[in-house]
């Protein structure tokens, strides 16, 4: 029952993901449903992967291969955004608040608190990774309402919150390679991470990490780009895109 009710909130949480990513990186119907039909097609070769079995460390490519399913669509993302004016000037418009609030969708972190109970997954893979994300969900949309309220005095609060949702995804990918079977396995299971490769689970590091990595990549630029200058309200839309300052 619990595999069933998470893989339900995960392609939930995907769908989540792949509407608003396909309203920001484009900003036509044609181009949302072409990034929409890229994502969807990103998604349906994760379920391959994962119904395959292509990177169980036991019979597949494993850690590498897992690594490479993360880092990959990471790349081709920030690639696409710092190439592309078009992808840059869409993801530049939206406001910064829903980047940050659609994040919320991380409290599913839950997820591996449960599995390391069920002594499904180790620590200190599970708790880690756990806490990071519910941190990360519980505090997003607190932070998108203060983002709105208060304008840019709560640049400093969000910055420090991006550096906490990025370390928090890259600890995770550490943590689980380091716990998967295999030449860099440091922590000896049972359990180990190996569940991760496997339906539903995969969509965690296959799908969605990358993608909560791309936005907190977006989230820092903006950030950086208004540094120096800001207005006392530049959250509610990507002035940089209409010819005001950007955040």
């Not at 993801?91 to 069920?118: H, K, S, T």
């Not at 880690?128 to 840019?152: H, K």
């Not at 296959?206 to 959250?235: D, N, Q, S």
């Amino acid at each position: 029952m619990f595999e069933t009710l998470s893989a339900i909130a995960l392609t939930a949480s995907a769908s989540i993901v792949v509407a608003f990513l396909s309203h920001a990186l484009a900003r036509t119907s044609l181009g949302r449903l072409t990034v929409a039909g890229v994502l969807g097609g990103w998604f349906a070769l994760v379920l391959a992967m994962g119904a395959t079995g292509a990177l169980d460390p036991a019979r597949g490519i494993g850690v590498p291969g897992l690594g490479l399913a993360v880092a990959l669509p990471v790349a081709v993302l920030a690639v696409a955004f710092f190439s592309a004016p078009s992808i840059r000037s869409a993801m530049l418009a939206i406001p910064m608040p829903a980047m940050v609030a659609v994040n919320a969708i991380r409290i599913l972190g839950v997820i591996f608190l449960i599995l390391q109970a069920a002594g499904k997954l180790p620590a200190p893979f599970a708790p880690s990774a756990g806490w990071g994300d519910i941190f990360i969900g519980v505090t997003a949309l607190p932070l998108a309402w203060a983002m709105l309220r208060f304008g840019a005095p709560a640049r400093a609060l969000t910055l420090i919150w991006n550096m906490i949702g990025i370390a928090d995804l890259v600890n995770a990918v550490a943590l689980g390679a380091l716990s998967a079977p295999g030449p860099l396995q440091v922590f000896a299971g049972p359990p180990s991470s190996a569940l991760m490769t496997t339906l539903p689970w995969l969509l965690i590091p296959g799908f969605l990490v990358p993608c909560f990595m791309f936005l907190h990549v977006v989230i820092f630029y903006r950030l950086a780009k208004t540094e120096a200058a800001a207005p006392a309200r530049p959250w509610l839309n990507g002035g940089a895109a209409r010819g005001g300052v950007s955040v």
